[in-house]
């Protein structure tokens, strides 16, 4: 089993920058695809960004492109989020998940089998 934990929400004005981590245990994840989602009010749980394996590759939701940026340090068996240029509109709940590696299905929910609980994320106006 896989327990992971995110850390690193908190309130922050627009424009500003927030660094999310997420952390592994139980066993190591660096063979695992690890993915970033996030859940606002009333909405579906959607995709933010997915690293591979090695975190050579990267993926991310066309919104997020070039102010997100996902890293992963399999040292620490730990995953990361940076958030740059923050919008209201990222307000939501972020949760770290891990799965089998896949550029394929890197972007559905059902690709992963471990989950955190959340960590929030508010960007006031």
């Known amino acids: 089993q896989v327990q992971l934990v995110e850390s690193g929400g908190g309130l922050v004005q627009a424009g500003g920058s927030l660094r999310l981590s997420c952390a592994a245990s139980?066993?190591?994840?660096?063979?695992?695809?690890m993915a970033w989602f996030r859940q606002a009010p009333g909405k579906e749980r959607e995709f933010v960004a997915a690293?591979?394996?090695?975190?050579?590759?990267?993926y991310y939701e066309d919104s997020m492109k070039g102010r997100f940026i996902i890293s992963r340090d399999n040292a620490k068996n730990t995953v990361y989020l940076q958030m740059n240029s923050l919008k209201p509109e990222d307000t939501a709940i972020y949760y770290c998940a891990a799965g089998v590696d896949s550029d394929t299905y890197y972007y559905i929910r059902g690709q992963y089998d471990y989950w955190g609980q959340g960590t929030q994320v508010t960007v006031s106006s």
């Open positions: 139980g066993r190591t994840v660096s063979s695992y695809g």
């Open positions: 690293i591979n394996w090695s975190g050579g590759i990267t």
